[in-house]
C-alpha cells in the first residue's frame, strides 16, 4: 500500500525549501546572540541581554555573611560579593579607626587590704578600644566589670557577670563616652596586689579608690 504525500508538501520548490532552512538558521543565529551567549556566557553583543536582564543569568549575584560586631548588631548581614578586584563592602566601616597618634600602654599594681574594695576606670571616646589584663598575687577577690556615662553615678553598664577569681583578660570596644573599667573587693583576711595592664587609645585613668 502507497502512502499519499500531501499536495502542499509536493508543491514546494527547492527554492522554498532552501528559503525555509534559511530562516530557520537565521532565527537560530538571533537566540543565539540575543538569549543564550547572555544568559549563558555572559557574552552581549547586541546589548540585548542587558535590556532583557539576561545577563544576571550567567552571573548570578553571590553573597557572604559579616556580622557586625563593633556597631552592636550580632546578626549576620548579607554583602554582595562585588566584581573581581573591588573590596567587599562592611556592614560597619568603623571597624577600622585610624589614629593620629600612638596607642598608650601601662602597668599599674593597686594593693588592698582585707576587706578593702576600689575601682579604676578608663576614660574612653565612643567606639575607642582597650585590650587588658589583670591578675591577683595570692587568693581569689571579687570583681565587676561596667562602665557609665560622664557625671552618671545612679546607673551603669555591666559587660562582664560578676564573678571571683585571680585574673582576667579581654578587650572593650567602648559603646558609649564615658568610664569604664573594674570594681574589686579583696574578701580575704590578708591583703592582695592587684597587676593590671592596659593599652589601647583611652584619654586618662581614673583612680576612685578615696571614694570608698
Given amino acids: 500500500m502507497t502512502e499519499s504525500v500531501p499536495t502542499e508538501i509536493k508543491n514546494i520548490s527547492p527554492r522554498q525549501l532552501w528559503l525555509g532552512v534559511l530562516a530557520s538558521v537565521v532565527i537560530a543565529l538571533v537566540l543565539l546572540f540575543v538569549v543564550v551567549l ?5 557574552i552581549d553583543p547586541t546589548g540585548a541581554g542587558r535590556l532583557l536582564g539576561l545577563n544576571a543569568l550567567s ?6 555573611e559579616i556580622v557586625d560586631i ?11 560579593i562585588p566584581d573581581f ?15 593620629a597618634e600612638v596607642f598608650q600602654s601601662e602597668s599599674r599594681q593597686i594593693l588592698l587590704g582585707p576587706f578593702e ?7 574612653l571616646a565612643q567606639g ?12 581569689d577577690i571579687y570583681v565587676d566589670f561596667h562602665g557609665h556615662e560622664p557625671g552618671v553615678n545612679d546607673y551603669w553598664v555591666r559587660y562582664q557577670e560578676q564573678q571571683e577569681g585571680v585574673g582576667g583578660n579581654g578587650s572593650l570596644v567602648a559603646p558609649f563616652e564615658g568610664q569604664h573599667g573594674w570594681y574589686w573587693l579583696n574578701y580575704n583576711e590578708f591583703p592582695v596586689v592587684i597587676t593590671l595592664n592596659i593599652s589601647g587609645y583611652y584619654s586618662g585613668i581614673i583612680d576612685l579608690s578615696a571614694n570608698f
Fill in 38 to 42: 547572555p544568559a549563558e556566557k555572559g
Fill in 59 to 64: 552571573n548570578p549575584v553571590r553573597t557572604i
Fill in 70 to 80: 563593633v556597631g552592636g548588631n550580632e546578626e549576620y548581614r548579607n554583602v554582595e
Fill in 85 to 99: 578586584g573591588d573590596p567587599v563592602p562592611l556592614p560597619n566601616p568603623n571597624v577600622y579607626q585610624g589614629e
Fill in 117 to 123: 574594695e576600689t575601682e579604676i576606670k578608663m576614660v
Fill in 128 to 139: 575607642k578600644m582597650i585590650l587588658y589584663s589583670w591578675e591577683v598575687d595570692r587568693g
